[in-house]
């Protein structure tokens, strides 16, 4: 797998653009790809999404694309990985590819010192437990599949401004905390959570 970083703090929707150009013209033996970006800051409204759940966006941009899921931010400080992925090559279904995303999430976070981070039932991303016994959210996911390809992909919160996600409501759960990675008390290098997650699916799909 190549793994590629795109550099600065990315256009979502000119990346949004390379990936479904990248998809559409690869071959049977086209390498796999994984791309680490940083956006800059923008909402993205899934394919299924419901501009209702859009409640304040300010000046922040707002892109209607084709992934699945609901209402999300983008923006400085956040960890996005783009897996490029052949599944028919690889031999897996969609369900299990999901579950190897947020698997790779989990991973990291345990890596930096978050050993509860965890799934939530009948809600794709990964969270984590508040002192209050919350979980807030701390990584989203939203993929999609053309021809059996995989783009788009997984956002872990790292360091960031968290307030653009009380305009919106996360995924489309009203009241859903979102956190990141500093607000639990881990102070990590964006490069270096990047290339931890990177590191487990370029394993996985070796």
């Given at each position: 797998m190549q793994i590629i970083r795109l550099p600065g703090l990315a256009e979502y929707e000119t990346t949004w653009q390379a990936m479904q150009e990248f998809t559409q013209t690869r071959q049977a033996d086209t390498p796999n790809q994984l791309w680490q970006v940083e956006h800059a800051a923008v909402y993205t409204l899934g394919q299924a999404g419901k501009p209702e759940h859009i409640l304040n966006p300010g000046d922040i941009p707002i892109v209607h694309c084709n992934r699945g899921g609901?209402?999300?931010?983008?923006?400085?400080?956040?960890?996005?990985?783009?897996?490029?992925?052949?599944?028919?090559?690889?031999?897996?279904?969609?369900?299990?590819?999901?579950?190897?995303?947020?698997?790779?999430?989990?991973?990291?976070?345990?890596?930096?010192?978050?050993?509860?981070?965890?799934?939530?039932?009948?809600?794709?991303?990964?969270?984590?437990?508040?002192?209050?016994?919350?979980?807030?959210?701390?990584?989203?996911?939203?993929v999609k599949v053309t021809n059996g390809c995989t783009y788009h992909g997984l956002a872990i919160n790292v360091a960031m401004d968290l307030a653009p996600f009380y305009g919106i409501n996360p995924c489309g759960y009203e009241g859903l905390r979102t956190v990141d990675m500093q607000t639990m008390g881990v102070q990590a290098d964006w490069q270096a959570v990047a290339d931890h997650s990177a590191a487990f699916l370029a394993q996985v799909f070796a």
């Open positions: 609901q209402v999300t931010y983008h923006g400085p400080g956040q960890v996005v990985l783009y897996p490029l992925i052949d599944l028919r090559r690889a031999g897996i279904f969609v369900k299990e590819y999901v579950h190897t995303l947020e698997e790779a999430i989990i991973q990291t976070l345990v890596h930096f010192g978050l050993p509860d981070a965890t799934r939530k039932e009948g809600a794709p991303g990964v969270y984590v437990p508040l002192p209050e016994g919350d979980l807030a959210k701390i990584a989203a996911l939203g």
